[in-house]
Antibody, heavy 122, light 105 residues
Framework: EVQLVESGGGLVQPGGSLRLSCVAS????????MNWVRQAPGKGLEWVSV????????YYADSVKGRFSISRDNSKNTLNLQMNSLRPEDTAVYYC???????????????WGRGTLVTVSS | SYELTQPLSVSVALGQTARITCGGN??????VHWYQQKPGQAPVLVIY???NRPSGIPERFSGSNSGNTATLTISRAQAGDEADYSC????????FGGGTKLTVL
């Protein structure tokens, strides 16, 4: 079965760190564009980061640039998100998402995990 | 920065047709994608590149895009269609609309 399963969410104090992981089944992470998308409680969706297939170029939303780092472990077919210097406004459900990218034309998200909740609070 | 505007809520009678709009400057020149999200669940892609349905999505779901408005149409609405629907485009970055809550009466 093709699926994504996230883990690693939880409660963390402002300024703290957390590492999210996402295990993929039924397809290979390294040959796909993989993203993190988040959703704050009662709010809309917000794209966070992407890692490209192949060479693995990475990109981030301005709101997390310099604080978050996306990576993948090909041997474990896993996507990761290292989150540092966390802020209360980072509180959200974080989804691991596969995307279809058509160069300079569009990107859409065709496979979503169930999400993991990150709460940043003292 | 590019913005997408969706109505907060749309209501439809059971069995009737629901139309959810997504407004943006010259959105007709972009590819629009639509996601359905039921409470407590992850989003699901229901329409991609304006008019295309992924496998497993009923034919009742259709999309159109022209001028400054893209529209998701749900024909013969069912109780199981109650959900939040979000549009999304690419404008040198990913842009999501704020989402529309569909209520089936």
């Amino acid at each position: 079965e093709v699926q994504l399963v996230e883990s690693g969410g939880g409660l963390v104090q402002p300024g703290g760190s957390l590492r999210l992981s996402c295990v993929a089944s039924g397809f290979t992470v390294s040959t796909n564009y993989m993203n993190w998308v988040r959703q704050a409680p009662g709010k809309g969706l917000e794209w966070v980061s992407v890692i490209y297939s192949g060479g693995g170029s990475t990109y981030y939303a301005d709101s997390v640039k310099g604080r978050f780092s996306i990576s993948r472990d090909n041997s474990k077919n896993t996507l990761n998100l290292q989150m540092n210097s966390l802020r209360p406004e980072d509180t959200a459900v974080y989804y691991c998402v596969r995307s279809v990218d058509i160069y300079t034309v569009t990107r859409y998200f065709d496979l979503w995990g169930r999400g993991t909740l990150v709460t940043v609070s003292s | 920065s590019y913005e997408l505007t969706q109505p907060l809520s749309v209501s439809v009678a059971l069995g009737q047709t629901a139309r959810i709009t997504c407004g943006g400057n010259n959105i007709g020149s972009k590819n629009v994608h639509w996601y359905q999200q039921k409470p407590g669940q992850a989003p699901v892609l229901v329409i991609y590149r304006d008019t295309n349905r992924p496998s497993g999505i009923p034919e009742r779901f259709s999309g159109s895009n022209s001028g400054n408005t893209a529209t998701l149409t749900i024909s013969r609405a069912q109780a199981g269609d109650e959900a939040d629907y979000s549009c999304q485009v690419w404008d040198s970055r990913v842009v999501f609309g704020g989402g529309t809550k569909l209520t089936v009466l």
